[in-house]
């Protein structure tokens, strides 16, 4: 079927698509991606930015003169006004009042994550309670926890939806005994299957007496998070995820008691308001000021604050409509395909209907005898289309190993030789020869710029491996 065809076809089943808008969208603010010829499908590795975004950051650079903050000279002031403008942006476009939440800027969001995890006061007998479903920038904390001597438990996510079993995360919030401090950490959205799982288990965890870690880096850039509305503890996020630009900055927005329960393990530059070499002591600064180690991304900073005012102007609902729309057209699609003797050409991994679940999709394609074809040549070859899709395991390695049936043997075979570090790659090779299982993923995401000719560049070339071989390819 050609472009238009399916393209009316896709608009007689969305109304509400508005393709005026997105064609609008896409020849003001990202030419780039027509001129050059290029399918974007990786908006989970990395937002992209408008050309207006650039433009507007490089004309404030150019019309001001801009020192370090943390002093009262004017250059440093004017510094100063655009950190805390950057500041008083995410908040209000969280929908997070001041009163309630603080935001502390982070390089990215696993800088946000580590902020959380290295001064969270785990002890003997608290709990890390974590779903299988996390990036290991959150399963990462599990090393802090441990250390300190706190119990963790893993919740896991169950075949074929990836999704979590709503008893099994009840009984481990039940067992948190008085007294013992508790951080529960999931994602919002899967980066790996883009499930979303349920938000009202924030509030079940604290009145259970847990600190919530949502995890909200891959949910962000496509859905609405409402802090009035939800009240998680701890907020990572990356914001070249939601918007492009600038890629060196990341927030931990957090609730301000939770924060103040934190003890960080050492200070810096400008998280002390006092220290003292001849007393050997110090005072740390309240709030985010403690936590900001150094000197903040003072110059990139701004570009925030005009990135939250793009994703305004474009209106994140829009996106969500828009995302949902072009990603359930395409599990549609892709759930149909068929080699000629019958057999199906893609196996998706999570949920294969747009019902609680986000525009992250992960699967692989499968020859007509069932075998499944290399991911890795499967990206090469997008690749030489420009299309560009993501391979591996994400960073999830529990979502990619309940997805495969990998069991703690299976990955043990990986670990046998600590002196003689295992690359992803071994791994996959490992695993796939010691058992026969193909570990290997392809993931596509859709963001803010995605169109319908792109979904439908990507169907045509993915249909192109119809009755072809695993071992032609
Ligand atoms: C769900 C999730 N959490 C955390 C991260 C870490 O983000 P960053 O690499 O920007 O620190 C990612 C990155 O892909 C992610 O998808």
Same mark, same amino acid.
């Given at each position: 079927?050609?472009?238009?065809?399916?393209?009316?076809?896709f608009l007689?089943?969305?109304?509400?698509?508005?393709?005026?808008?997105?064609?609008?969208?896409?020849?003001?603010?990202?030419?780039r991606?027509e001129?050059?010829g290029?399918?974007?499908?990786?908006y989970?590795?990395?937002?992209l930015?408008g050309?207006s975004?650039?433009r507007?950051?490089?004309?404030l650079? +150019?019309?001001g003169?801009?020192?370090?903050?943390h002093s009262?000279?004017?250059?440093?002031?004017?510094?100063?006004?655009l950190?805390?403008?950057?500041r008083?942006?995410?908040?209000?476009?969280?929908? %997070?009042d001041?009163?309630?939440?603080?935001v502390?800027?982070?390089?990215n969001?696993?800088?946000?994550?580590?902020?959380?995890?290295?001064a969270y006061p785990f002890?003997?007998?608290d709990?890390?309670?974590?779903?299988y479903?996390?990036?290991?920038?959150v399963?990462?904390?599990?090393?802090?926890a441990?250390? %300190?001597?706190?119990?963790v438990?893993?919740v896991?996510?169950r075949?074929?939806d990836? /999704?979590l079993?709503?008893?099994?995360?009840?009984?481990?919030?039940?067992?948190?005994?008085?007294?013992q401090?508790?951080l529960?950490?999931y #994602?919002?959205?899967?980066?790996f299957?883009?499930v979303?799982h349920p938000?009202?288990w924030?509030?079940?965890?604290?009145?259970?007496?847990?600190?919530?870690?949502?995890?909200?880096?891959?949910?962000? #850039?496509?859905?609405?998070?409402d802090?009035?509305?939800?009240?998680?503890?701890? $907020?990572?996020?990356?914001?070249?995820?939601?918007?492009?630009?600038?890629?060196?900055?990341?927030?931990l927005?957090?609730?301000?008691?939770?924060?103040?329960?934190?003890?960080? #393990?050492?200070?810096?530059?400008?998280?002390?308001t006092?220290?003292?070499?001849a007393?050997?002591?110090?005072?740390?600064a309240?709030?985010?000021?403690?936590?900001?180690?150094?000197?903040?991304?003072?110059?990139?900073l701004?570009?925030?604050?005009?990135?939250?005012?793009?994703?305004?102007?474009?209106?994140? +609902?829009?996106?969500?409509?828009?995302?949902s729309?072009?990603?359930?057209?395409?599990?549609?699609?892709?759930s149909?395909?068929?080699?000629s003797?019958?057999s199906?050409m893609?196996?998706?991994?999570?949920?294969?209907?747009?019902d609680?679940?986000g525009?992250?999709i992960?699967f692989?394609?499968? +020859?007509?005898?069932?075998?499944?074809?290399?991911?890795?040549?499967?990206?090469?070859?997008a690749?030489?289309?420009?299309?560009s899709?993501r391979t591996?395991?994400?960073?999830n #390695?529990?979502?990619?190993? $309940?997805?495969?049936?990998?069991n703690?043997e299976?990955?043990?075979?990986?670990?046998?030789?600590?002196?003689?570090p295992?690359?992803?790659?071994?791994?996959?090779r490992?695993?796939? +020869?010691s058992?026969?299982?193909?570990?290997n993923t392809?993931r596509?995401?859709?963001?803010i710029?995605?169109?319908?000719?792109?979904?439908? /560049?990507?169907a045509?070339? %993915?249909?192109?491996? /119809?009755?072809?071989?695993?071992?032609?390819v």
């Amino acid at each position: 079927m050609d472009l238009q065809t399916a393209l009316a076809d896709f608009l007689a089943a969305h109304p509400g698509y508005d393709a005026a808008a997105i064609a609008g969208l896409r020849s003001r603010e990202f030419a780039r991606l027509e001129d050059l010829g290029h399918v974007y499908l990786d908006y989970t590795g990395g937002g992209l930015y408008g050309a207006s975004q650039v433009r507007l950051h490089r004309e404030l650079l +150019d019309s001001g003169v801009f020192g370090n903050p943390h002093s009262h000279n004017p250059t440093s002031l004017a510094a100063t006004a655009l950190v805390e403008r950057a500041r008083e942006s995410v908040l209000r476009f969280f929908n %997070a009042d001041p009163d309630e939440y603080d935001v502390v800027f982070t390089p990215n969001a696993s800088g946000a994550l580590k902020l959380v995890g290295e001064a969270y006061p785990f002890g003997r007998g608290d709990h890390f309670l974590v779903s299988y479903d996390n990036h290991n920038s959150v399963n990462g904390i599990r090393e802090f926890a441990l250390r %300190a001597g706190a119990e963790v438990t893993y919740v896991p996510v169950r075949n074929p939806d990836l /999704r979590l079993d709503a008893d099994l995360i009840g009984a481990g919030l039940r067992s948190l005994a008085p007294g013992q401090h508790g951080l529960f950490a999931y #994602p919002a959205q899967s980066n790996f299957s883009g499930v979303q799982h349920p938000l009202c288990w924030i509030e079940t965890a604290r009145g259970l007496g847990w600190d919530v870690l949502l995890d909200c880096a891959a949910f962000a #850039p496509t859905n609405r998070l409402d802090l009035g509305a939800v009240h998680p503890d701890f $907020v990572p996020l990356s914001f070249y995820k939601m918007f492009g630009y600038p890629t060196g900055a990341g927030a931990l927005i957090a609730r301000r008691e939770a924060l103040a329960k934190l003890c960080r #393990p050492w200070f810096a530059g400008g998280t002390i308001t006092l220290a003292s070499v001849a007393a050997g002591t110090h005072m740390l600064a309240p709030g985010h000021a403690g936590f900001e180690d150094g000197t903040v991304d003072y110059l990139g900073l701004p570009a925030v604050t005009i990135g939250i005012k793009h994703l305004d102007a474009v209106g994140i +609902d829009a996106v969500h409509e828009r995302v949902s729309a072009l990603a359930g057209w395409l599990l549609d699609q892709m759930s149909a395909w068929r080699h000629s003797n019958g057999s199906p050409m893609v196996r998706i991994f999570g949920p294969s209907v747009m019902d609680r679940r986000g525009s992250t999709i992960a699967f692989y394609l499968l +020859d007509p005898e069932g075998d499944v074809i290399d991911v890795y040549r499967f990206e090469s070859l997008a690749g030489q289309q420009r299309i560009s899709v993501r391979t591996g395991c994400f960073c999830n #390695p529990g979502d990619g190993e $309940v997805a495969h049936g990998i069991n703690a043997e299976d990955m043990s075979r990986c670990f046998r030789t600590p002196e003689v570090p295992v690359t992803l790659v071994d791994c996959q090779r490992l695993i796939e +020869d010691s058992t026969g299982k193909v570990p290997n993923t392809v993931r596509i995401s859709l963001g803010i710029a995605s169109d319908f000719a792109d979904v439908w /560049r990507f169907a045509e070339f %993915a249909q192109g491996f /119809r009755d072809i071989r695993a071992s032609e390819v």
